[in-house]
């Protein structure tokens, strides 16, 4: 079965000193990129995702500027893929499925920032396309969230999230469970 792995906006306004830090972004990245090393090694399919936010009012991931780039932990190599989004879903408006199609893609390896936003929304859409899909769930990074004046941790978000996830949209595995599969 022809894999790919996607990343899902692992940029710098997620990460310390940007506009919008996520809790535990920069060890989320380093598990990421160690995923991203294997496909690479393997020379396996591999797809950065990019969102540039067009809300009017929106204060972070402004087009142009250093906040909206790719993390340096996972920065792209010259010819792989590089798509821009500005939707939750990775797949809307972006020809992220018409790639994978086009690849013979049957699985997506899933990996990035915020869980409980572009995570979750973009593996059920890929699911709903037919992907077998996988999440690497230490190589996602989100923020604590507040409902009805009750604080929810962001590992505790992750953790409901993943759990949602996890048999029916996705395999949820560790960096560590992924790349010790005989195929990785």
């Keep these: 079965m022809k894999t790919a792995l996607v990343l899902i906006d692992i940029q710098n306004d997620y990460f310390p000193g940007g506009r919008m830090e996520l809790v535990g972004s920069l060890e989320a990245s380093l598990r990421a990129q160690e995923v991203l090393a294997a496909f690479r090694n393997n020379g396996g399919d591999i797809a950065h995702i990019q969102h540039l936010s067009t809300r009017p ?18 920065a792209p190599l010259a010819g792989e893929t590089v798509l821009v989004k500005n939707f939750p879903n990775s797949f809307r408006g972006t020809g992220l499925h018409e790639t994978l199609s086009a690849r013979q893609v049957e699985r997506i390896v899933f990996a990035g920032m915020m869980t409980h936003m572009c995570i979750d929304t973009t593996v059920r859409a890929g699911f709903d396309l037919g992907y077998k899909c996988v999440l690497i769930g230490d190589g ?3 923020k604590d969230l507040t409902f009805r004046g ?18 029916m949209f996705a395999e949820v595995k560790s960096s560590k469970e992924f790349l010790a599969e005989p195929s990785n």
């Design 57 to 74: 009012n929106a204060t972070f991931f402004l087009p142009n500027t250093p906040g909206a780039e790719i993390h340096t932990n996972v």
């Design 150 to 167: 009750r604080t929810i941790p962001a590992n505790d978000v992750n953790a409901a999230y993943f759990s949602a996830l996890d048999g």
């Design 140 to 142: 996602c990074a989100t």
